[in-house]
């Protein structure tokens, strides 16, 4: 089993809607990353996280510790969200861990 | 800003050739990573750096090797090149290896090992 999953793999939404991301993981963690991978492939971390949550524009991150879980959320999608969003774990030993990505796809 | 630098972009080898992935930062940053993604599956650590100096092995090191050169620069080397190292490879650096640093990305080296 993944470490760190990621539900869905692939969404879909029209312009407008609102998004929820979801990540689980199953390691002790120092903190959770949530990064973008753009369809050129270029990657860009969005928030980090080790309690609470984070906003940053259209973007919402939270996390709840004793749960291990985090969702991103994004209001008023639009089409240039369109992008794979990757959760990523950082372990008290350093060492980083990833999930597979959600391909979320905005129609306009 | 150029941030992190990757040589070349893409790359096709035949098996059992090496070759060597070069990156640079312009952040100062103390940690640099190699990281590869390959399709369905997360980014997987392949080496990193805390600091100049020092290289550690993560998740996936087999068939790799690395160096530090000096504070900008890290480098992967392939020394016999093999199918299964067909993937994208990214490196990223960070100001520190801790948890609440972000990492920064150069743009991918898609590599492929016929």
């Known amino acids: 089993k993944n470490e760190v999953e990621q539900s869905p793999q692939n969404l879909t939404a029209q312009e407008g809607e609102f998004i929820t991301i979801n990540c689980s993981y199953s390691?002790?963690?120092?903190?959770l990353h949530w990064l973008q991978q753009h369809p050129g492939g270029g990657i860009v971390s969005l928030f980090m996280?080790?309690?609470g949550k984070k906003k940053h524009g259209r973007l919402i991150a939270t996390i709840n510790i004793q749960e291990k879980h985090s969702s991103l959320h994004i209001t008023a999608s639009h089409p240039r969200d369109s992008a794979v969003y990757i959760c990523?774990?950082?372990?008290?030993?350093?060492?980083?861990?990833f999930g597979a990505g959600t391909r979320l796809t905005v129609k306009p | 800003n150029a941030g992190v630098t990757q040589t070349p972009k893409f790359q096709v080898l035949k098996t059992g050739q090496s070759m060597t992935l070069q990156c640079a930062q312009d952040?100062?940053?103390?940690?640099m990573y190699w990281y590869r993604q390959d399709p369905g599956m997360g980014l997987r650590l392949i080496y990193y750096?805390?600091?100049?100096?020092?290289?550690d092995k993560g998740e996936v090191p087999n068939g790799y090797n690395v160096s530090r050169l000096n504070k900008r620069e890290f480098s992967l080397r392939l020394e016999s090149a093999a199918p299964s190292q067909t993937s994208v490879y990214f490196c990223?650096?960070?100001?520190?290896?801790?948890?609440?640093?972000?990492?920064?990305f150069g743009d991918g080296t898609r590599l492929s090992i016929l």
């Open positions: 990223a650096s960070s100001e520190y290896g801790r948890g609440n640093q972000p990492q920064h």
């Open positions: 390691v002790g963690i120092s903190a």
């Open positions: 996280l080790s309690s």
């Open positions: 990523a774990v950082r372990k008290p030993n350093n060492d980083m861990r």
């Open positions: 952040m100062n940053h103390n940690s």
């Open positions: 750096s805390a600091s100049e100096g020092t290289t």
